[in-house]
């Protein structure tokens, strides 16, 4: 794609990062047969290929308006784009800049504002997140229908193991999965227990940064990678074996650590190990000796695969492969690649397009009418849960449960 960035924007290193972007772009359309939003509105502008002139457009100087910015605020991020674009276009990292300069420029509503500004200082901190969710639990009877389903169920988790290991590995524990669905975790410390394998968790790390990433507050989520990265770097330098993530939203965040903080001459090269160290439990697991887990059972199940796995980490099939080696029988998914809607903070941003999303998704994953759904992210599993009529859980605690 020939471009014209004005002199301003190429004077900065994401305006060269987003020209080398979009002349990478051949402009041949294949990733508009993958976009979940391109799918549902049939709108060019709401599909990559357009979102992407939308951004050329704002670093060549032209106008910019609401429109594009509401354009830009309707991709998922879901990266589907990535997978099948035989270029190479890293789209993710393009509409992030693209973001981030049009919220510089477009004077959002008050009410935007503010239902922003309250994700970016509630959601990343478990202990305000937490109060707020007791006080709406409380208030959950008198709620309406939709957002009464919108609200998880309490979850205790069961007691992670206390034994110590010479192997040694760092977990995330997470912002809204700490809260949420805190038994993902206590379920990975207790199978990489019986796998040898001790977990250490930080008290001073916190959100991965994802939510501040992708609500155009680039600064803010800076600070939340450094933060971690000074939690884990003792431990890393003790001899951690590995950074395990858990929701694999979170993982892409962490592993994009070393593009995010490149420019940084302070942080750059701890952020370039932390990536190299951080793996999906997926990734771990499929390297263990996992013969203790395996069992005979005729359990239907369904995995939906997050977009945050098979688009952004690439590891699509792993998971899968993992549960049908261990026994399991595995549902077939039409359209397995679309986005559920859950897409971090869209369901709340973008209700009624990922009301949408979520409808397809479920029938798509109730087509086999499997006994369980199981994914890999937080954020999927609580949007799914939502609405599913068969009970969603995090992979892990399938062999957390034999």
């Known amino acids: 794609m020939q471009t014209s960035i004005t002199e301003s924007y190429l004077a900065t290193a994401a305006g060269r990062e987003a020209e080398a972007i979009l002349r990478s772009c051949v ?12 799918q549902l509105l049939g709108d060019e502008l709401d599909g990559p290929r357009g979102r992407i002139y939308l951004i050329k457009q704002l670093l060549e100087g032209q106008p910019v308006s609401r429109v594009t910015q509401q354009h830009l605020d309707r991709c998922l991020t879901c990266r589907a784009c990535e997978t099948t674009c ?55 009877p008198a709620l309406p229908a939709r957002l009464k389903a919108k609200i998880p169920a309490l979850q205790t988790p069961s007691p992670r193991p206390v034994a110590s290991h010479n192997r040694k590995m760092i977990i995330l524990e997470g912002c809204v999965q700490s809260i949420t669905t805190p038994n993902t975790n206590a379920a990975t410390a207790r199978i990489l227990d019986k796998l040898g394998i001790s977990l250490i968790s930080p008290t001073t790390q916190g959100c991965c940064g994802a939510i501040s990433q992708h609500l155009a507050a680039a600064e803010e989520a800076r600070q939340f990678i450094k933060q971690n990265i000074d939690a884990w770097w003792p431990y890393i330098m003790d001899g951690a074996e590995a950074i395990i993530v858990t929701a694999s939203g979170c993982g892409v965040q962490v592993k994009d650590y070393a593009y995010l903080l490149a420019q940084d001459p302070a942080y750059a090269a701890k952020a370039k190990k932390i990536s190299e160290l951080t793996l999906d439990l997926s990734e771990l697991l499929a390297g263990e000796n996992l013969r203790d887990f395996k069992l005979n059972s005729h359990q239907k199940v ?101």
């Open 27 to 38: 402009h041949c359309g294949f990733c508009t047969a993958t976009c979940p939003t391109y």
């Open 86 to 140: 035989p270029s190479g276009v890293q789209y993710g990292r393009l509409v992030d800049i693209g973001r981030e300069l049009i919220e510089q420029q477009i004077h959002r509503p008050a009410a935007q504002r503010l239902q922003r500004f309250l994700l970016r200082k509630l959601l990343p901190y478990p202990g305000r997140f937490a109060i707020l969710l007791g006080i709406v639990r409380l208030f959950k």
């Open 302 to 402: 369904t995995f939906h695969s997050p977009c945050s796995l098979q688009h952004g980490q690439q590891l699509n099939g792993q998971v899968e492969q993992i549960l049908t080696q261990l026994g399991y029988q595995l549902s077939d998914v039409p359209d397995s690649h679309l986005c559920c809607g859950s897409g971090g903070t869209y369901s709340i941003l973008q209700p009624k397009l990922s009301q949408q999303l979520l409808n397809n998704k479920l029938a798509a994953l109730n087509s086999d009418q499997a006994d369980i759904i199981v994914t890999a992210n937080v954020g999927c599993q609580l949007h799914l849960n939502s609405q599913s009529t068969a009970r969603v859980q995090h992979w892990i605690e399938l062999l957390d449960s034999q």
